[in-house]
């Protein structure tokens, strides 16, 4: 930096041949930035999707008149299928799998059930589950059937 000689103004200035520090360059870059709003442009509508336009077109619409079978579970082959518990009192009908431990079914049907060991020990959850005591923290969804009813112990 050069100074000038004392008079009205002796506030350094910048020698024109040096190069700007990067410092510098960056604080204009903001300043630039900000009185351009960095060059983003206000929306006016929402972006709508974009169509697919070329070799593929004619595809679109080629299978519209087929009649496709239904189509299968691409999964399991033997897939089990879902039976329905209604809970009671409340009435609510929750599809679950065999297997599935009546606790879980109950959690998901929101259906409150009081516990304390769930390990079957100490019968504080037992309820009638199709007009039979049963333990649902270690009872299972039966297999055979398709539509059972849990009622909680009065």
């Known amino acids: ?34 009185v351009h709003g960095f060059g983003v442009a206000p929306r006016s509508r ?10 593929f077109d004619a595809l679109g619409k080629a299978f519209a008149n087929e009649e496709l079978p ?7 082959s033997k897939a089990p299928t879902q039976v329905s518990i209604t809970f009671q009192p409340g009435g ?3 599809k679950a799998y065999p297997g599935e431990t009546l606790s ?5 049907a929101n259906f409150k059930i009081s516990y304390s060991c769930k390990k079957g020990d100490c019968a504080t959850c037992e309820s009638l ?8 923290c270690v009872a299972k969804v039966p297999s055979k059937g398709d539509s059972f009813t849990l009622q909680r112990k009065k």
């Open 1 to 34: 930096l050069t100074t000038l000689p004392p008079g009205p103004t002796t506030a350094p200035t910048r020698d024109p041949r040096r190069p700007m520090s990067r410092a510098g360059i960056l604080v204009l870059l903001a300043v630039v930035g900000m």
């Open 46 to 55: 929402p972006m709508q999707s974009t169509r697919v336009h070329g070799m």
């Open 70 to 76: 239904e189509r299968r579970n691409a999964g399991l």
């Open 92 to 94: 609510k009908v929750v």
């Open 104 to 108: 879980t079914v109950a959690a998901r």
């Open 129 to 136: 589950f199709n007009g039979r005591m049963c333990k649902p």
